[in-house]
């Protein structure tokens, strides 16, 4: 019951959301009260949590009253991680586009930022392959209309069509996999799918289908060469859904990956993922080095957080008994770091993005001297994300190169690539940060620029907080991924 | 205790700039007494061992080793000095720059440097290590109004990086190792060089955490090939450069290698990989330093090359050699950084071309570089000369007569280069304007206790072996008296190279006198060149920035926007993956 309060709280409270801000035109307000439906809707997450960690089962409908092929959900450590990050996240930039977007079409924004965080938090409690399938659509619908939220512009527009046609592409062929998948088994339950997969387990055809999920919601996840989509896309929307969109929804697109996955049983292809891994964090990191629009460079080093997060998890399917445990625990945690850092990031180049109205990192030399309490926080992230202790970056990438150590021989060699692309990654973050914030400023600058708003700086300094609480302290993290990732092994049976 | 006492610099900096900067010299000195102290009371125990991350086994423990606590102390004691002498050394950039950040950082990196070296925890070892390398960026990008100043800055966290590769790769094999074998505390320094004495570690595991652990202290140590990051990072306030560049961080690496030195000892080419790099690193950049022309960049290649006789040292399985000279090294470099600081102070430039006669208006700072000049070279006598030669003896023990030879070279070439910028820099004439004066107490202070320090810390020799001895139950250190050490010293042969310096000293000491310092006629172009780093020791760095730059550009010319393209990318990336897949299956 919990669980469906979860999305409910959201989808239901979406609409009221609309309401208020077509009524009130407040941005305050409307706001707030999506604040608050996010708030409940963490305080049912956290019941979920307490159920589970009570050793019992939760789920809607429940197992008994359950009618065959119903789709239904269920409580789940990952669902209960996935979902608690995306809350964090959406929460902040629920605070931070307050004051960031314009007045106009304000309950649009905020319904369509809810339904996409409903979408997000019902594929982590989906138990079914047909509602995660419906809720990972609601989850893109809702992104391809906040990319091109402003439409009287044409790049967001572009963007958003762009984003639009190559996820759809994807999304279909991750649907034909779910019906090859149903008409080999004649289910759809992703609990019950391994045992029914018979003859079918491990031959070609299963690797064919494999191969459509891995595109299909691999092109939500960002890995190379499926990522094309996305520096448009998350440069062109505004800066709150950036944040979301880097910090989450590809997560949650290669969480969606992982579960269906998961479904078809242990096979051993982690090794493919791994090197699509490596080939994704050269690509993000090599193009970001030629970036001059700031928000693009974050973008493009979305990918590459992408690929150390992929690798993890290829270190997890593909050698489960040897790493398995270490590669998973540190993608996760990347995965809540990255929401962390790279949220942060984002809506730092949101700030300045409203202070002069340029995302060009040249126009935006020293800025963040003007405003230090942002500059450093930019600092914090920029090192956090290139992996520099004692920010949080650090922590996951030392659990994804233990996974790699266990593995042995090859898995050296990959986690070898994977420090050697955070030393070259330094290079632009570091790149930024002297011109973002030691940079000299322009001459035509106004002398006086307008203020930034309260509302702003705040998510910005509560995530840069984060950051470092979560360097110095990784054992807070580690509470809520540590289970997730014991889930997730456990169902490849290993311990 | 700083740790704690740099996040309350902001606070006093928004009460009253003063009260912050005495109150950071104030927690400085309490550091300083507190690591002494520590020295006194130790006796190898370990201390404060809470439960960190239990997810990981991870404790945060404290140690005090032998090495560590030395290490520490220098780190206090030089650390208080400097930060006494940025009172009045850094009030001429206040106005641009402010100076809480510099107190901050000051204090954060001394903090992290203590905790470094008195960590138990290779995973605490590796977040300081990048601590005191991030304050090391940030107080070299100090003055960022300077773009010079900014890529100085970057190029050094970079630089590091490379090596740092190796050194957490190190760590999370051994890590992985130790929890293999079911350690309590698999991240434990102490732990894991037991059970690497006692045969539990895989050869293979300590052969990669060996290569690593070494690219680590060569990056961070400012060795060769990793040493191009040091002479760049003079662009920092000379205070930094003394406590940073030459008596603290550098030395990291160093601590690092003679830590683990029984644990890798085991590996055959372990240390004759230390002797090689120590010493072809210190050769070059002695040579290096014999054309500079700016005063700090000789200090820098001084700095590369004396640690390279340290890393040499730790090669020759002689650890009381390394951290003695390591000892000794930071007290003298130190001053001759801070007398540096005092002269450019005066002389407004850091071109030693430009500088000249400046004894008669310096005489405090004249004096005490004069010090620091001859512990530098080795004269007999000061605390340079007996570390330098313990190095010589023991690499004579162990019989590596190809790294002796180089070493030895190079101290003759250390003795010229060092009269050299001694004689540019106070005798002679004036070669510029100006009336430069004396700098006040709060900077000869530091400088005067330094010099004594130069002169005497030999004397200290018996209670610091007995100390390490005491401490380091695995590297085998026996005590040695101050007798012990005047007898062995002047009865040896490496005395001979002590002498022979003395004798470079006279011979270019009259010839410059009667010709006057040796100053080119012209701009000498070849020897910019060289030294800048442009042409000779930046291929590593040139290289990787070209060679990304290119890569970026073609892989950016598939990354077109265009929306066909893009879904032919889709389609292109299905079909491999379809592939790799059925192939596998």
Not at chain 1, 197 to 214: E, K, N, R
Not at chain 1, 241 to 253: H, P, T
Not at chain 1, 392 to 402: H, T
């Amino acid at each position: 019951m919990e669980v469906l309060l979860s999305i409910v709280i959201l989808s239901g409270g979406a609409l009221i959301v609309y309401l208020i801000g077509r009524l009130s035109r407040s941005r305050m307000l409307t706001g707030f009260v999506a604040f608050v439906a996010m708030l409940g809707s963490a305080h049912a997450v956290y019941q979920v949590w307490r159920i589970l960690e009570q050793g019992e089962v939760t789920g809607w409908p429940t197992a008994v009253a359950r009618a065959p092929l119903q789709s239904y959900l269920t409580g789940s450590y990952l669902g209960v991680f996935l979902a608690a990050t995306a809350l964090l996240l959406s929460s902040l930039v629920a605070i931070y586009s307050m004051r960031y977007m314009h007045r106009r079409n304000i309950g649009k924004f905020y319904a369509l930022l809810m339904i996409m965080t409903a979408g997000i938090v019902g594929v982590g409690f989906a138990g079914d392959l047909f509602t995660m399938y419906v809720l990972f659509e609601v989850m893109s619908i809702a992104s391809f209309v906040l990319v091109a939220f402003e439409r009287e512009e044409w790049e967001p527009v572009e963007a958003g069509v762009k984003y639009l046609v190559i996820s759809t592409t994807g999304s279909l062929l991750a649907l034909l996999a779910i019906a090859i998948i149903y008409s080999w088994t004649g289910s759809l339950d992703l609990a019950a799918i391994p045992a029914l997969m018979g003859a079918h387990a491990g031959g070609a055809q299963m690797m064919g289908v494999i191969a459509m999920l891995v595109v299909g919601f691999g092109v939500k996840a960002a890995i190379v060469p499926m990522h094309t989509w996305l520096p448009d896309a998350h440069s062109a929307a505004p800066s709150g859904i950036s944040a979301m969109l880097s910090g989450i929804v590809i997560e949650a697109g290669l969480i969606t990956m992982l579960k269906a996955l998961l479904a078809l049983g242990s096979v051993q292809f982690g090794l493919l993922i791994v090197i699509l891994s490596l080939v994704t964090m050269f690509v993000g990191n090599l193009i970001a080095l030629r970036q001059s629009d700031l928000k693009r460079m974050f973008a493009y080093s979305s990918v590459a957080q992408m690929g150390y997060i992929v690798m993890g998890v290829g270190f997890a399917l593909g050698f489960p008994h040897v790493a398995g445990f270490a590669g998973m625990r540190g993608a996760l945690y990347h995965i809540l770091n990255h929401a962390i850092m790279k949220g942060g990031a984002f809506l730092c180049a949101g700030a300045f993005l409203y202070l002069l109205g340029t995302r060009d990192m040249r126009r935006l030399s020293g800025i963040g001297r003007r405003f230090p309490l942002i500059g450093v926080c930019f600092l914090i992230f920029a090192l956090s994300l290139a992996g520099t202790p004692p920010f949080n970056g650090y922590f996951s990438k030392v659990l994804l190169v233990r996974s790699g150590v266990d593995v042995g021989g090859i898995g050296i060699f990959m986690v070898i690539m994977l420090i050697l692309n955070s030393v070259i990654s330094l290079f632009y973050y570091l790149g930024a940060v002297n011109t973002v914030v030691f940079g000299p400023v322009p001459e035509d600058r106004p002398k006086t620029l307008k203020p930034l708003p309260l509302m702003i700086v705040l998510p910005i300094v509560v995530l840069g907080l984060l950051s470092l609480l979560l360097g110095v302290l990784p054992q807070i993290g580690l509470e809520i991924v540590d289970p997730a990732a014991a889930e997730i092994m456990a169902l490849l049976g290993a311990v | 205790m700083p740790l704690g006492g740099c996040l309350l610099i902001p606070v006093f900096g928004r009460i009253n700039e003063h009260l912050m900067k005495w109150y950071s010299v104030l927690a400085g000195f309490t550091t300083a007494a507190l690591t002494v102290l520590l020295i006194r009371a130790a006796a190898g125990q370990e201390i404060a061992a809470t439960y960190w991350i239990p997810g990981i086994d991870a404790s945060f423990g404290l140690r005090l080793t032998g090495i560590g606590m030395f290490v520490a102390a220098v780190a206090g004691c030089i650390g208080s000095l400097a930060i006494l002498y940025s009172i009045r050394y850094m009030e001429a950039l206040e106005e641009i720059y402010a100076p809480t950040r510099y107190y901050f950082l000051t204090l954060l990196f001394i903090g992290s440097m203590i905790a470094l070296a008195l960590a138990d925890n290779f995973l605490v070892l590796y977040i300081f290590w990048e601590v005191i390398g991030f304050c090391s960026f940030a107080l070299i990008a100090y003055e960022y109004h300077r773009a010079k100043a900014r890529r100085a800055g970057t190029k050094a966290f970079i630089v590091t990086r490379f090596g740092d590769i190796g050194l957490l790769i190190g760590v999370v094999v051994l890590w992985s190792a130790m929890s293999r074998l079911g350690a309590a505390n698999p991240f434990s320094i102490s732990a894991t060089i037991a059970a690497a004495l006692g045969g539990q570690i895989p050869i293979p595991v300590l052969t990669i955490a060996g290569f690593g652990f070494l690219a680590g202290a060569v990056g961070k140590s400012a060795q060769f090939p990793l040493h191009i990051w040091l002479p760049d990072a003079m662009e920092a306030p000379t205070t930094i450069s003394a406590l940073i560049h030459a008596a603290t961080l550098v030395n990291a690496g160093i601590y690092l290698t003679a830590r683990t030195l029984p644990m890798f000892s085991m590996l055959g080419w372990w240390l004759p990989a230390l002797l090689w790099i120590g010493a072809i690193g210190a050769l070059i950049a002695a040579l290096l330093a014999l054309v500079e022309k700016d005063l700090k960049r000789v200090l820098a290649f001084s700095t590369i090359s004396q640690l390279g006789y340290m890393m040499a040292a730790v090669g020759a399985a002689s650890i009381f050699a390394s951290q003695f000279h390591l000892l000794n090294h930071a007290i003298f470099k130190a001053l001759l950084f801070l007398c540096a600081g005092s002269v450019i102070h005066a002389a407004h430039t850091r071109n030693m071309y430009e500088m000249g006669g400046l004894k008669r208006a310096l005489p405090i700072t004249h004096v005490t570089f004069l010090i620091g000049t001859l512990a530098l070279a080795g004269i007999p006598l000061l605390n340079g000369f007996w570390s330098k030669d313990a190095i010589f003896e023991a690499m004579l023990e162990v019989g590596q007569i190809g790294p002796l030879v180089i070493l030895i070279l190079t101290a003759l070439i250390t003795a010229v280069y060092s009269w050299r910028m001694y004689w540019l820099t106070f005798q002679g004439e004036p070669r510029s304007e100006g009336h430069p004066h004396e700098s006040p107490w709060e900077i000869t202070l530091p400088l005067a206790l330094l010099a004594v320090g130069t002169l005497v810390s030999w004397l200290y020799v018996g209670p610091y072996t007995a100390k390490l001895g005491l401490m380091l139950p695995f590297h085998q250190i026996h005590e040695m008296e101050l007798g012990e050490l005047w007898s062995h010293t002047m009865g040896s042969p490496m005395l001979l190279v002590g002498l022979l310096v003395v004798v470079i000293f006279v011979v270019l000491g009259v010839q410059w006198s009667r010709k006057g310092a040796p100053v080119p006629a012209g701009p000498r172009m070849w020897a910019d060149l060289v030294t800048e780093t442009k042409a000779f020791g930046d291929w590593f760095w040139g290289f990787w920035v070209v060679v990304m730059r290119a890569v970026a550009s073609v892989l950016a010319l598939f990354q077109t926007g265009d929306l066909n393209y893009n879904s032919l990318w889709l389609a292109i990336g299905f079909v491999a993956v379809l592939l790799m897949f059925l192939g596998w299956g």
